[in-house]
């Protein structure tokens, strides 16, 4: 197929299309497009699909023939055969009377409306632009067809009629026209209302009172489509009796038809935008609105509510509106768009508190089993919870909470109650007061079947521990309840911090001393599990075969039968070993070393005491000194799994002899600076999740005392504080931030060919967003005219060139400027290439080629810094499976100056707190992330040192879903980390 498209004069038009048929014969599809001819002598634009395989062209006589004597078959093919050689620009007017004569007087609808078209392709003007005479006759057929019985045969004549451009031919049709208003079929009188419409459009002084004519069918119209069609014309016709007929009808707008509603909606957002004293006057029927039956009109028509109005009783309704719009729509995509309305509400300051009041709707959402939809209004309702709510919401997320424990209701569930807990958890740290309704409820769910959910419950009950110093009996009571039921092991090892730290009493120390050594089972580990191992293959060698015993039955009837079965001796049923000695035969040592430091702390601790006897402290040192012999008795006799590592030994071994040998300084380190570093680890959290708000916060650009400029008396000097050009520059894809300025331009033009060469290019690279735009410099360095000049590229990567850059003809050492633009669809390092082809003019050769040096794209664009918890940077960590290790070499002298130049160059944010990099070490470790404009996740382990001769060594370990931020990023580090110098911090 191919596709022209030409718009042009009538020579031109006749030119162009005469031309296409001397090369190739072209059968078309032809449809005409909207476009209104601005001028009498211009045809429209058409578009033509054309098939290559050409028969003989058919002559005007044999057309003319076919359509006098043909059956109908026979004059549809010939008249479909003569429209396409109209549009191929053939001058057939001897076909005029033939189709008035044999084609108009015909019934069949196929023909009529091949003659509609053939009216429109047809040339009706003589050649001094007056209208030939034949058309009386012409004009004469189409009001009998408006006076046509069959209503479609009306429609689609007055269809016809909104794009015929001749006055001449619509004014003897007005009566006609006008009777079709009230025509008994809706089809006829909705195609009439467009007519109208666009004859007093274009000619005015036809219908010259059309808004009176269609404001009496609006009056009388039952049929809605009809009804809004009328509306609209009345509205673009004359505004002001659309007004009145919406004041007078206001009490019966929520009967109307939803397609009637909507245009309603738009007409009351339009006036009220202009006039903001009709606000009061049809604020009530947007308000009424609110209540429809169609989702669409509730949807507009709150969010017109939001425009017009920022009273708190109005954003309460439009609130309620779209929360009921979420409960009741089932497509997810409806769901998060309206949230995202709600969000939006949420970010004005004088909107916020009228949200609060109805939070507890908004949490009916929750309800829906996408878990999309779940977290973002969790998300929101955290945002929205307040000292006067907090109660209630966290009543509601406690029933959420154990329905997620009683049955399984999606898919998801265990991530959905992850949301839940970190929700209690924000709402247990946020009010304090509520702190005691939440914890107890959290801490059943220590032993979740999830790692994730049962961490972020520990994570919250460590905190709480802090903050919250009247419930520790308590919750130090709970833990003891639920540590046996534990099945994770990083929730084992921070429970056992939290016991260390917190048991602070004599008896809460024995406690935790029975727990732990109940957790560990028989000590010595090593005998017992050999003692157990020899019992359990005694047991097998002992163990009998299976019997055969044959008994003899007597039956119902008498008779006898004979029954066998087999006997199997009855083996013991061993008991389940608890969980932290099961872990440490899978070679879990990190656990052990955790048990170590609590232990050592809790021995310590009650030797401080001064209740105990030093018999006491002694056996309580001892019995702690023999589990952690025991274990690394354990982690050396090959029993378990995995051997145990060096440095687990190397804790365990220095507790052991922290507590043979006591010294203050070790008490020191052991009761109170790991507490001191805990406190600081929760300031710099804090501060890191006040600092993401403040960053997302949403700032006052405009004061309310703020001067007026006006932009018509504004000197050139105060033409850069302008608001509205600043919002132009934004809207053009100028960051605010960074200044236009030749300096900064230059930096973005990149050299496409060499200076040499016969064509010289240069590139101004801009990236906003989704969206590359490639401003392309073609000077032409030789004497020679250039023609057809075009600028073919290519891309790597996730990019798409939406567009083929035109061609150019270029003169002898003159400049053309090509601009092509390249949609970008993920975070990825892409590549543009290519080349330019032009024809030498007067040369027989074949084109010439300039190939193009290769722009890279760089990832940095795309990629701002971001903030997340620690536990959701380890989920992400062992959920992606992509991962990019980079070897660190650089001259960068210090390790933290390399870490500043690190987050300089990446737009990576550091997770780790500030304080825990102060002083000086020789080796640092710190985690870094960052997001994509797409929502893609970055996570950046960096793990160096600084050896003897004070080089800066190590590794960057990147991990992502997907592959290409993950090498991008590695690449992006590797061609920077030798480039430019960092102070030392």
Same mark, same amino acid.
């Given at each position: 197929l ?14 162009s ?40 062209t ?18 549809i ?24 004569r ?27 632009? $007056?209208?030939?005479?034949? =058309?009386?006759?012409?004009?004469? *057929?189409? &009001?009998?067809? %408006?006076? #046509?019985?069959?209503? +479609? @045969? ?10 015929? $451009?001749?006055?001449?031919? =619509?004014e003897?049709?007005?009566? *006609?026209? &006008?009777?079709? %208003?009230? #025509?008994?079929?809706? +089809? @006829? ?11 007093h ?29 009328a ?65 669409s ?22 609130a ?38 109805i ?22 309702c ?46 247990g ?6 702190a ?6 959290l ?21 709480a ?16 309840e639920?540590?046996p039921?534990i ?13 260390g ?18 957790s ?12 157990e ?7 097998e060698?002992?163990?009998?075969e ?13 008779t ?38 609590t ?22 040192k ?8 025991t ?13 145990i ?63 007026i ?59 906003h ?21 075009s600028?073919e ?7 798409k ?19 092509a633009?390249v ?41 701002t ?51 825990a ?34 080089q ?19 690449d ?14």
């Amino acid at each position: 197929l191919l596709l022209l498209l030409c718009s042009a004069s009538a020579n031109t038009h006749t030119h162009s299309f005469a031309s296409l048929r001397s090369s190739k014969q072209v059968r078309s599809f032809i449809t005409r497009s909207q476009i209104h001819p601005p001028a009498m002598t211009e045809h429209a634009c058409y578009m033509l699909l054309s098939d290559a395989d050409e028969g003989e062209t058919p002559t005007e006589q044999s057309l003319r023939a076919d359509l006098e004597k043909g059956d109908i078959p026979k004059k549809i093919q010939s008249l479909k055969k003569a429209i396409i050689l109209l549009q191929q620009g053939e001058k057939m007017p001897s076909l005029l009377m033939t189709v008035i004569r044999f084609v108009m007087p015909e019934d069949d609808h196929t023909l009529k409306k091949l003659a509609l078209l053939f009216w429109e392709v047809m040339p009706t003007k003589s050649q001094d632009g $007056k209208l030939l005479h034949e =058309m009386i006759l012409v004009c004469d *057929a189409y &009001r009998k067809d %408006l006076q #046509h019985p069959n209503e +479609y @045969v009306r429609g689609s004549i007055l269809r016809f009629l909104c794009k015929l $451009k001749e006055p001449e031919l =619509m004014e003897p049709l007005m009566p *006609a026209i &006008r009777e079709c %208003l009230s #025509h008994r079929h809706p +089809y @006829v009188r909705r195609n009439a209302v467009m007519a109208v419409y666009t004859i007093h459009k274009n000619f005015d002084y036809l219908v010259p009172d059309a808004p009176e004519l269609i404001q009496n069918v609006l009056e009388s119209e039952q049929d809605a489509s009809c009804k809004r069609s009328a509306f609209m014309m009345l509205i673009a016709a004359d505004q002001q009796r659309a007004l009145d007929y919406l004041s007078s009808c206001i009490d019966q707008v929520q009967s109307f038809n939803d397609i009637l509603q909507l245009v309603i909606v738009e007409l009351v957002n339009k006036v009220c935008r202009t006039d903001v004293s009709q606000r009061a006057r049809f604020i009530r029927v947007i308000h009424n609105l609110l209540n429809s039956s169609s989702a669409s009109v509730r949807y507009d028509a709150a969010g017109t509510m939001v425009t017009l109005s920022g009273a708190p009783a109005a954003i309460k309704a439009a609130a309620s509106c779209y929360t009921d719009l979420i409960c009741k729509e089932a497509d997810n995509n409806v769901k998060l768009i309206v949230l995202d309305r709600l969000i939006d509400l949420r970010r004005n300051p004088q909107h916020e508190r009228v949200l609060q009041d109805i939070v507890m709707d908004i949490l009916r959402v929750l309800a829906a089993p996408d878990l999309s939809v779940r977290r973002k209004t969790l998300d929101l309702c955290m945002d929205l919870v307040s000292s006067r709510n907090a109660a209630e919401v966290v009543q509601f997320l406690k029933k959420e909470l154990a329905k997620t424990n009683s049955a399984e209701e999606f898919d998801k569930t265990a991530e959905y109650r992850q949301l839940l807990v970190r929700a209690l958890h924000a709402c247990g740290v946020k009010f304090p007061d509520i702190a005691p309704v939440i914890v107890p409820q959290l801490m059943e769910f220590l032993s979740d079947a999830s790692a994730s959910s049962a961490m972020d419950v520990i994570l919250f009950v460590r905190e709480a521990f802090e903050r919250l110093p009247q419930l520790r009996s308590d919750m130090l009571s709970k833990l003891f309840e639920n540590f046996p039921l534990i099945k994770a092991s990083r929730v084992s090892r921070a429970t056992m911090w939290i016991i260390g730290e917190y048991a602070q009493s004599v008896p809460d120390i024995v406690a935790a001393m029975k727990q732990f050594k109940n957790s560990l089972g028989a000590i010595p580990i090593v005998d017992s599990e050999l003692r157990e191992q020899a019992s359990r293959e005694e047991e097998e060698g002992k163990r009998e075969e299976p019997k055969l015993v044959t008994r003899t039955r007597i039956t119902a009837d008498g008779t006898y039968a004979t029954e066998s079965a087999y006997t199997a001796p009855v083996t013991s049923v061993r008991a389940e070993k608890p969980f932290i000695r099961k872990s440490l035969l899978e070679g879990d040592f990190f656990l052990a070393a955790s048990l170590a430091v609590t232990v050592t702390k809790l021995a310590m601790r009650f030797c401080e005491a001064t209740s105990p006897s030093a018999s006491e402290k002694n056996a309580l040192k001892g019995e702690a000194m023999l589990m952690m012999a025991t274990i690394l008795h354990l982690g050396k006799s090959g029993l378990p799994t995995v051997a145990i590592d060096d440095d687990s030994y190397e804790r365990i071994m220095s507790c052991l002899l922290a507590l043979g040998d006591p010294s203050p300084h070790l008490q020191d380190i052991f009761l109170r600076h790991a507490h001191e570093a805990f406190l600081q680890m929760l300031e710099s959290l804090k501060e890191l999740q006040s600092q993401s708000k403040v960053d997302a916060k949403k700032e006052v650009e405009v004061q309310a005392d703020n001067q007026i400029v006006f932009r018509a008396l504004r000197t050139k000097e105060e033409a850069a504080s302008d608001e509205f050009e600043l919002n132009l520059k934004q809207a053009t894809g100028l960051d605010e931030d960074q200044k236009d300025t030749l300096s900064s331009k230059l930096n973005k033009v990149f050299q496409l060919s060499g200076f040499s060469d016969p064509v010289y290019a240069e590139a101004y690279v801009h990236v906003h967003q989704y969206d590359i735009m490639l401003d392309v410099l073609v000077v032409n360095q030789t004497g020679d005219t250039l023609q057809n000049l075009s600028l073919e590229l290519a891309t790597l990567g996730d990019l798409k060139l939406t567009e083929k850059p035109s061609a150019h003809t270029v003169g002898p050492h003159d400049f053309c400027t090509i601009t092509a633009n390249v949609k970008v669809s993920s975070t990825e390092t892409g590549i543009i290439f290519g080349n330019i082809v032009y024809d030498v003019t007067g040369s027989t050769s074949d084109r010439n080629v300039v190939v193009l040096n290769d722009l890279h794209i760089d990832i940095m664009d795309y990629i701002t810094p971001a903030y997340c918890s620690d536990m959701e940077f380890r989920s992400m960590w062992a959920e992606f499976e992509w991962e990019n290790k980079v070897a660190v070499r650089t001259s960068i002298p210090t390790l933290r100056g390399y870490v500043d130049h690190l987050l300089a160059t990446t737009n990576m944010r550091c997770l780790t707190p500030a304080s825990a990099l102060k002083g000086d070490c020789d080796f640092l470790a710190a985690n870094l992330y960052a997001k994509s404009v797409f929502g893609e996740d970055a996570l950046a382990n960096l793990s160096i040192e600084r050896g003897p001769d004070g080089q800066v060594t190590g590794h960057i370990r990147i991990r992502s879903k997907t592959q290409g931020i993950a090498l991008s990023l590695g690449d992006k580090i590797t061609l920077n980390q030798k480039e430019g110098k960092a102070s030392d911090s």
